[in-house]
């Protein structure tokens, strides 16, 4: 089956394709992206207002960033229930943290970062009815994304990892998933209020931070799938 044959089976039977996904994936064909992007359009443009809605499609999240990135979601009975953008440094496109988000950081600290094997981390969405956890008490989908990036990193060779987020994320990220984030520069607060502070991790902290955390889940993490 060619790619145009592909895509038209995927829109002809999107409902049915969604269904048959469970648990994280590579968002890899276009009907799985539109259910990111409805997402992403939810909580950054409707709920938050960070980001302009996208008048050429509306309900959509999407910027220029998105076709140089991997595309991870979680999947479960009602639809995607969290996503992460994964974006791979490649110089003539560099990070949101290069421009968009070149506020949280003097020119020396960005000058600084180490770009080889560097991904950048941004627009982490959850579904806000497993935002809190899941009701059966089953993996947070957090936790599920983690270990869908602590794997797409094995298998691509991603040994640094960069974010820009709600402070207050730093804390969660670590102690409840163990994952470790190292504070870059000093907090930024935003006209809105809102105050975001960059972080880095390497894929040696990632590992490290996980088995401290718990030996159980560090196995996790190694399982496929």
Same mark, same amino acid.
């Given at each position: 089956?060619?790619?145009?044959?592909?895509?038209?089976?995927?829109? #002809?039977?999107?409902?049915?394709?969604?269904? +048959?996904? &469970?648990? =994280? *994936?590579?968002?890899?064909?276009? @009907?799985? %992206?539109?259910?990111?992007?409805?997402?992403?359009?939810?909580?950054?443009?409707?709920?938050?207002?960070?980001?302009?809605?996208?008048?050429?499609?509306?309900?959509?999240?999407?910027?220029?960033?998105?076709?140089?990135?991997?595309?991870?979601?979680?999947?479960?009975?009602?639809?995607?229930?969290?996503?992460?953008?994964?974006?791979?440094?490649?110089?003539?496109?560099?990070?949101?943290?290069?421009? #968009?988000?070149?506020?949280?950081?003097?020119? +020396?600290? &960005?000058? =600084? *970062?180490?770009?080889?094997?560097? @991904?950048? %981390?941004?627009?982490?969405?959850?579904?806000?009815?497993?935002?809190?956890?899941?009701?059966?008490?089953?993996?947070?989908?957090?936790?599920?994304?983690?270990?869908?990036?602590?794997?797409?990193?094995?298998?691509?060779?991603?040994?640094?990892?960069?974010?820009?987020?709600?402070?207050?994320?730093?804390?969660?990220?670590?102690?409840?998933?163990?994952?470790?984030?190292?504070?870059?520069?000093?907090?930024?607060?935003?006209?809105?209020?809102?105050?975001?502070?960059?972080?880095?991790?390497?894929?040696?902290?990632?590992?490290?931070?996980?088995?401290?955390?718990?030996?159980?889940?560090?196995?996790?993490?190694?399982?496929?799938?």
């Amino acid at each position: 089956m060619n790619s145009l044959q592909k895509h038209a089976e995927l829109a #002809e039977h999107p409902r049915q394709r969604l269904q +048959e996904r &469970r648990g =994280a *994936l590579l968002c890899d064909d276009p @009907v799985l %992206l539109e259910e990111c992007f409805r997402l992403r359009y939810g909580y950054f443009v409707q709920e938050r207002g960070w980001v302009p809605e996208d008048i050429a499609v509306p309900g959509l999240e999407r910027d220029g960033y998105d076709e140089h990135c991997l595309h991870l979601g979680v999947w479960d009975d009602h639809g995607v229930a969290a996503y992460l953008r994964v974006l791979p440094f490649e110089p003539l496109v560099g990070f949101m943290l290069d421009r #968009e988000l070149s506020c949280v950081l003097s020119h +020396e600290e &960005r000058e =600084a *970062l180490p770009r080889e094997g560097a @991904v950048e %981390l941004s627009r982490l969405v959850v579904r806000p009815d497993v935002a809190s956890g899941r009701d059966d008490g089953g993996v947070h989908p957090v936790e599920e994304v983690f270990k869908a990036l602590y794997r797409a990193s094995k298998e691509r060779g991603f040994s640094r990892f960069y974010v820009v987020v709600e402070q207050g994320w730093l804390r969660p990220f670590a102690h409840r998933f163990g994952v470790p984030f190292r504070v870059l520069g000093t907090p930024h607060v935003f006209p809105d209020g809102t105050k975001t502070v960059a972080g880095v991790a390497t894929l040696e902290e990632f590992e490290a931070g996980v088995r401290r955390h718990s030996q159980t889940k560090y196995a996790w993490y190694q399982e496929g799938g």
